[in-house]
């Protein structure tokens, strides 16, 4: 498995972007992703996370009904789309793949991250 996580970038407050997570490996279907964020200064919190089909999706609340997480298993990929983003998404944006949860322990593989800056 090698994650690697892009789409970051600079935006302004109400901004969109679309994060995607593309994994090189040959098992991408056989786990669930999650997106996880880390804030300077702060620790690593869970952001959305999917099954591996697709069938199961979680939220924090922090970002639920602005943001959708999504997979193309065929392209070995995932997808956070965010958007009506605030000054406090600031962050480095990280991928994983694991078994489906809310917690960082449940996630074997972890990607480089992308970083998101929103400010105007």
């Known amino acids: 498995v090698q994650l690697q996580a892009s789409g970051g970038g600079l935006v302004q407050p109400g901004g969109s972007l679309r994060l995607s997570c593309a994994d090189s490996?040959?098992?991408?279907?056989?786990?669930?992703v999650g997106w996880f964020r880390q804030a300077p200064g702060k620790e690593r919190e869970f952001v959305a996370a999917?099954?591996?089909?697709?069938?199961?999706?979680f939220y924090a609340e922090s970002v639920k009904g602005r943001s959708t997480i999504s997979r193309e298993n065929a392209k070995n990929t995932a997808y956070l789309q965010m958007n009506n983003l605030k000054p406090e998404d600031t962050a480095v944006y990280l991928c994983?793949?694991?078994?489906?949860?809310?917690?960082?322990?449940?996630?074997?593989?972890w990607g480089q991250g992308t970083l998101v800056t929103v400010s105007s």
């Open positions: 994983a793949l694991g078994s489906l949860s809310t917690t960082r322990q449940a996630y074997n593989y």
């Open positions: 490996g040959r098992t991408f279907t056989s786990y669930s």
């Open positions: 999917i099954s591996w089909n697709g069938g199961s999706k």
